[in-house]
């Protein structure tokens, strides 16, 4: 099989030829027909992050079907439509017992710990794929594992949005474009978008942003009190000091800023008495849990998530690379970028 390779940061995924996987008793084999490039792809790629070993396939956003089950695996098919999600949970440390399986203490991240999903084939444990119905593309469901569940436990699970609610989103790339559109699924009732390139801010708008801040042209957190007296809720996608500062000083008295963007900054946050005054919650957000992927799986079946609009190009394996390039270009106007390594 084919599979793209990261060897080094700075230096370009190499496609190489590797042996097709076997299933272990308990393991699958999938044949890999989308994996979504994610910012987190970017990073390690550019060494901002570290992965557990090189050479390591990126890649922890796969779907396809079924080629080979373990011998003890049982209620999973050849053939079977399967989306994998991006980090295991062992089901039995203090995390996974609490249904918290996304924060698992064991857990191994596709594309980090283990070879992930940019290759015609993935090997994973058979306890860590989950059914796509079959009204959801498989290139949608793809990116729900990580691009859309990420936001939705960041604004509802963690973040505790309620109908009614102002919400702040700052940076819309694939995480905040798809934050918007939950936002507003959830009943939020003004939707302030953030960012610094004008396409992404009119991406925003489409996808049901009330009102939008460039970012670059002017000061986030006053727009936003000017706008709405300060938000109840702030969610933050990008990983920078700075923004995370905007995000919290764009609240009302008692509102909460939630922080998914990874990054290596020191954050500044207001002083004390300011932060303790106003009853700032500042929450750390990551992943998200099987359940929520089911759910938004269930909600894509059914037509009340759209993401007929989250995949801006899809590239076959061999042009991976132009893929991390685009993304990571401040130029870029990407959603998502889809490799389809069966193509």
Request: net charge negative; aromatic share 2%; with cysteine.
């Amino acid at each position: 099989m084919k599979a793209a390779r990261f060897h080094a940061p700075g230096e370009p995924l190499k496609i190489e030829e590797l042996p097709d996987p076997q299933p272990g008793r308990s393991q699958v084999v999938v044949n890999v027909e989308a994996c979504g490039i994610c910012g987190s792809d970017v990073h390690f790629w550019e060494g901002h992050a570290p992965v557990a070993r090189t050479p390591i396939t990126l890649g922890h956003e796969p779907a396809g079907t079924i080629e080979e089950v373990g011998e003890d695996v049982d209620g999973i098919e050849p053939g079977q439509r399967v989306v994998v999600r991006a980090g295991s949970s062992c089901r039995r440390c203090a995390a996974c017992r609490a249904g918290q399986d996304g924060l698992c203490e064991r857990s191994q991240v596709l594309g980090m710990h283990i070879d992930g999903g940019l290759a015609e084939q993935l090997l994973v444990n058979a306890s860590e794929v989950l059914p796509v119905p079959d009204a959801v593309p498989l290139d949608q469901a793809a990116i729900i594992g990580d691009a859309v569940a990420t936001p939705y436990h960041a604004l509802v699970e963690r973040g505790g949005l309620c109908p009614g609610e102002t919400v702040a989103v700052f940076g819309c790339g694939g995480l905040g474009y798809h934050a918007i559109r939950i936002a507003r699924l959830a009943g939020a009732a003004t939707i302030i978008a953030v960012d610094v390139r004008t396409a992404a801010l009119e991406r925003a708008a489409s996808a049901g942003a009330d009102a939008t801040v460039n970012a670059s042209e002017e000061r986030a957190s006053r727009c936003i009190r000017e706008l709405t007296g300060g938000v109840d809720l702030a969610i933050e996608c990008i990983g920078r000091a700075e923004s995370i500062g905007e995000a919290v000083k764009s609240l009302r008295r008692g509102g909460r800023a939630v922080v998914v963007g990874m990054g290596p900054e020191a954050i500044a946050l207001p002083p004390p008495n300011v932060f303790t005054w106003s009853e700032y919650s500042l929450i750390g957000s990551f992943g998200s849990s099987a359940a929520t992927a089911e759910l938004l799986l269930a909600m894509a079946a059914s037509g009340r998530l759209d993401l007929s609009q989250s995949i801006t190009e899809r590239l076959p394996l061999e042009d991976v690379n132009r893929g991390l390039e685009l993304l990571r270009s401040p130029e870029s106007d990407v959603v998502r970028i889809v490799v389809e390594p069966a193509n």
